[in-house]
């Protein structure tokens, strides 16, 4: 039996790994069962002192997705002295999962009678991440060889003809070097920040079943998976009805799960069905011991105050291609899902055909207008910045010839987090544009429901600028 999280931190100064390291440990021990996948992909090089590790990556499912054969993804290819593989290991027990993460912790991959280790005799660096997806946790840390010359490893896997004609002729082909790495999902060796590097990624032992679950005439309905392994003690469950007053509408429920008997298989189901009266939709947090594993909205049409929202996800149930759309790197799909935010919110968008216009024009019923510029891409974010102090500009003076005197506001959506944008919203403020980062734009969605102004945002968004403009920038 693994002690508890919390034992661990108490324990951690007499670990001897760093703090990322031992938190990292820790989690995962706390999440891990019998029977879990682990998905094992990397690249090495065979040298006369072994194989050296180049990237690879760990992911550990609590069930694979129904339908999927492991089989058809395993494979190990060499070209020239590079060794490319991906390998699948199901129903692991807690032993062996042990040993993938022990193994990893030491920059060691091993599968079969092989082990690929990261270069270097120093202790690897530990570094731990944010989920992709906030609303979907996951555990995450990268393990990286430091104090030692990696010119060789950086060598073998930069793209030349030579060695992607290789790879084509391999028996397993691949379009090169490159494309061998996209199907793999591991960094290509051309960032300048670049090191030999394994990643370790685990999945919670639960999941909200979100097609399954509904909020309808003020009942709140959950259907929640759970690892055949995993203890239904260590599930947690909370929901805050929105639009609340006081606390009255927040709960915690995870007792209240039903856990039918059942078949041994992958997984087990409960069920939850708590009333949330005078609410049009609910914030659900499912958990796993420590750690939360899922956030949702579920939203009651039947509740809403908008017709916007019931007539938009009759066509969207809870707008599930919409919150897609927002996480899409294609630019269209992207702006598509932020004019759907716009309107949802009341307002009038309108994407221009012509492409030198700006991305949405959005009008308020009062006649103010929003004129958004989008990026899926951070290094866009300057040359975006000038497009739309351009463009605004062009309008305004448009507007003013014909003797209007509509308030224009710019904003800059962005689909990455605020984090990310080396701008400072005062940066943006001295060229009047407003950012909508991801976190900007989750929150607006999640409000679609509520009974708002369109004039009132457009208001709030001229203040936030003004009150930016005013604020002294930071020494």
Not at 374 to 386: P, V, W, Y
Request: one cysteine or more; hydrophobic letters at 40%.
């Amino acid at each position: 039996m693994f002690p508890s999280a919390e034992v661990q931190r108490a324990n951690m100064d007499n670990l001897p790994h760093s703090l990322d390291e031992q938190l990292f440990s820790a989690e995962a021990k706390e999440w891990l069962t019998d029977r879990y996948t682990v998905d094992i992909r990397y690249i090495a090089q065979a040298t006369g002192h072994g194989n050296v590790l180049i990237n690879g990556s760990m992911l550990f499912y609590a069930w694979m997705q129904e339908g999927l054969d492991h089989n058809d993804f395993e494979f190990e290819i060499v070209v020239g002295d590079l060794i490319v593989g991906q390998k699948i290991l199901t129903n692991a027990s807690l032993a062996d999962l042990r040993k993938c993460i022990d193994n990893a912790i030491g920059g060691e991959i091993v599968v079969g009678t092989k082990i690929m280790k990261l270069p270097g005799t120093a202790p690897p660096h530990y570094l731990r991440s944010e989920p992709f997806d906030e609303w979907n946790n996951t555990l995450r840390i990268r393990i990286s060889s430091m104090g030692v010359d990696t010119t060789a490893q950086r060598q073998a896997v930069l793209p030349n003809p030579l060695l992607d004609n290789k790879f084509r002729k391999a028996r397993i082909p691949f379009d090169g070097l490159r494309d061998a790495l996209r199907w793999l999902a591991l960094p290509e060796a051309t960032a300048n920040d670049w090191r030999p590097s394994l990643d370790l990624m685990i999945y919670p032992p639960v999941a909200l079943n979100t097609n399954e679950s509904k909020f309808t005439n003020g009942k709140l309905s959950l259907v929640i998976e759970l690892a055949e392994e995993a203890k239904t003690r260590n599930v947690g469950v909370s929901v805050a009805g929105s639009p609340h007053v006081g606390v009255s509408l927040r709960k915690q429920i995870g007792g209240d799960i039903d856990w039918p008997e059942h078949a041994k298989q992958s997984k087990r189901i409960g069920v939850a069905e708590i009333e949330v009266k005078n609410a049009h939709s609910a914030f659900v947090t499912l958990s796993y011991g420590s750690n939360y594993a899922q956030r949702h909205w579920l939203g009651d049409p039947s509740a809403s105050k908008k017709i916007r929202y019931p007539a938009a996800q009759t066509f969207d149930s809870e707008l599930r291609k919409i919150r897609k759309m927002l996480q899409s790197n294609d630019s269209p799909s992207f702006e598509k899902a932020v004019a759907a935010i716009f309107f949802l919110s009341g307002f009038a968008p309108f994407l221009p055909v012509e492409q030198e216009g700006p991305d949405i024009i959005c009008i308020t019923p009062g006649g103010q207008i929003i004129m958004v510029e989008c990026t899926t891409k951070t290094t866009d974010a300057q040359s975006k910045i000038g497009n739309l102090v351009l463009r605004r500009n062009q309008l305004l003076e448009n507007l003013r010839k014909g003797r209007h005197s509509n308030t224009v506001i710019a904003v800059l959506a962005v689909k990455c987090a605020r984090a990310d944008i080396l701008e400072t919203d005062g940066d943006l403020a001295q060229h009047d544009v407003l950012l909508w980062a991801k976190e900007n734009l989750q929150a607006g969605l999640s409000a679609v429901q509520n009974r708002v102004d369109p004039d009132e945002i457009a208001s709030a968004m001229s203040a936030t600028i003004n009150a930016l403009k005013a604020t002294p920038a930071p020494n």
